[in-house]
């Protein structure tokens, strides 16, 4: 059995979304027409394949002293509007994750981790991670990755690693003992 797709209606359905830059609006009521694999062709349409999004990760110091807090920041530059609907920020501890967008994993890690979002302008978002109370055993990495959601209607269907950046954590007097044993 042959199933024919009427080129002008796909013509005009790729055409308004490209016009609404991708508002689920539109996706939502035709979804029903489309196989996954020409929902992902038609985000790749509107995204220009990927969007233009930078991640840097950066800390307040190189090196902490043990008891203190140590704060890292996943800063992401480039967003477009719909973007903060679509990409998920995860926060890894020496490769555990710990959070999702600032959602803590696990009610025990309330006690050990912080987090906030700061935006200090359209376009960029800031992720800020605390490590409270520092003992030895949290020397190692802190790693921001962002992930960009596939949906389709409200299930994701896929993801795709957008960026993937860490920062060491050094605790002053002590990871340099520990690496030299």
């Given amino acids: 059995m042959k199933v024919e797709i009427d080129k ?66 996943c800063n992401i530059t480039g967003l477009r509007p719909y973007d903060i609907l679509r990409i998920k920020v995860q926060w890894l501890h020496n490769g555990k994750r710990i959070s999702d967008y600032c959602k803590l994993l696990d009610y025990d890690l309330y006690s050990k981790y912080s987090c906030r979002l700061l935006s200090p302008k359209p376009g960029d978002l800031i992720v800020e991670q605390t490590i409270l109370n520092v003992q030895l055993e949290d020397a190692g990495f802190l790693e921001c990755e962002v992930v960009e959601a596939m949906r389709e209607y409200s299930q994701i269907i896929g993801k795709d690693i957008e960026a993937k950046q860490s920062v060491p954590i050094r605790i002053r007097g002590r990871t340099e003992d520990i690496q030299r044993r």
């Fill in 8 to 73: 002008h209606l796909i013509s005009f359905v790729i055409i308004g979304i490209c016009l609404l830059q991708g508002a689920q609006a539109i996706i939502m009521p035709i979804a029903w027409a489309f196989s996954k694999t020409r929902l992902k062709i038609i985000h790749e349409i509107l995204d220009g394949a990927h969007s233009q999004i930078k991640v840097a990760v950066s800390s307040e110091s190189e090196f902490v002293n043990e008891g203190d807090d140590f704060v890292a920041y």
